[in-house]
């Protein structure tokens, strides 16, 4: 992990991304969208918009854990968010938007209806109040 750190002894910006990106693969699989469904279909989840937040410092020697939440579905997207909690305390919340994409036709394409499904039912009915935020300065 020494290498993740930066000259201020505790995680990298980057290196907060990787953790999640992990989890991703595993959120994939387990809708059933992951390698073995690319391998088959020709079918990835391309990301096209990430919303990260750093909210406590990470210091070595640290376990991540990363919690997983559905935030919505339709036939070409999945929204969902990770949190990463170390020693019982959030340090990260990312937030991201995929889509379903066709590699073989070079184009974005209907998910199976069964994964849809899935996703939906898996999709929380209250959103965290840190969710669907955009940056900018306040206003003077």
Known sequence: MDSW??????????????PFSNATWKLQDYFGVGVDYFDQTGCAMYTVETHLRYLNDVRKPAVMEIESII????????????????????CATGEFMVLHYDTRANRTTAMPESVLETLQQAEVDDKPEWVGRSLKLAKP
Do not use: C, P, Q
């Open 5 to 18: 750190l930066d000259a201020y002894g505790h995680l990298n910006e980057a290196y907060y991304l990787v």
């Open 71 to 90: 935030l919505g579905a339709d036939s070409k997207r999945i929204w969902f968010a990770h949190k990463m909690i170390v020693n019982g305390t959030l």
